[in-house]
């Protein structure tokens, strides 16, 4: 067996999280109800890139922040418009 070291943190460096959190979100976005996970998917996506966002610079971000715990929260109580309608406004927040 060969033993590797950890595979190094993507940190999305400068304004790269901009495009990294935009690809995301249109992706979850787009499978919010899709059957066979695509809401565990699409919910743990929109976690991922709050946290992202949140990490980097949790001022900056507040607002976007604010909308994808929303749009988490919608998500979950299987509001997909209203999840689509805070997600689209999170992608259009982030520029």
Not at 28 to 50: C, E, H, K, M, Y
Request: charged share 30%; no cysteine.
């Amino acid at each position: 067996m060969e033993i590797l070291k950890p595979k190094p943190l993507e940190t999305h460096a400068g304004d790269e999280i901009v495009r990294w959190a935009r690809g995301q979100l249109e992706i979850a976005g787009s499978i919010l109800d899709n059957p066979g996970g695509g809401l565990l998917f699409a919910t743990q996506t929109i976690g991922q890139v709050r946290a992202g966002l949140h990490e980097r610079d949790a001022e900056r971000w507040e607002p976007v922040v604010e909308q994808l715990d929303q749009a988490e929260d919608a998500a979950v109580r299987r509001e997909f418009g209203e999840a689509r309608k805070l997600i689209d406004s999170a992608l259009g927040r982030l520029g």
